[in-house]
């Protein structure tokens, strides 16, 4: 069986739960905890792991924040 994620308007709810209902068995919906918590969850994952890639490709540059509050520091200091 092939697992795939589907994204629908609630206008069409009626319409997949009859395609399931007359499917015998051969379509299940199954809830996933991930996004009953968060809508987003798994565009979010595949967005950060596409900027980890950049950041370790040299394709996006990653700030280092501890030098960056050192230079505001010394900025402030004199």
């Given at each position: 069986m092939?697992a795939k994620?589907i994204?629908?308007?609630?206008?069409?709810?009626?319409?997949?739960?009859?395609?399931?209902?007359?499917?015998?068995?051969h379509?299940?919906?199954?809830?996933?905890?991930?996004?009953?918590?968060?809508?987003?969850?798994?565009e979010?994952?595949?967005?950060?792991?596409?900027?980890?890639?950049?950041?370790?490709?040299?394709?996006m540059?990653?700030?280092?924040f501890?030098?960056?509050m050192d230079?505001?520091?010394?900025?402030l200091?004199?």
């Open positions: 092939t994620m994204r629908f308007d609630d206008e069409y709810a009626s319409k997949i739960e009859e395609l399931v209902a007359s499917s015998n068995g379509i299940e919906v199954i809830n996933d905890p991930m996004l009953q918590m968060d809508p987003y969850f798994y979010r994952k595949k967005q950060i792991a596409q900027t980890i890639e950049d950041i370790d490709s040299g394709k540059k990653m700030y280092d501890d030098e960056s230079e505001l520091i010394s900025e200091e004199s």
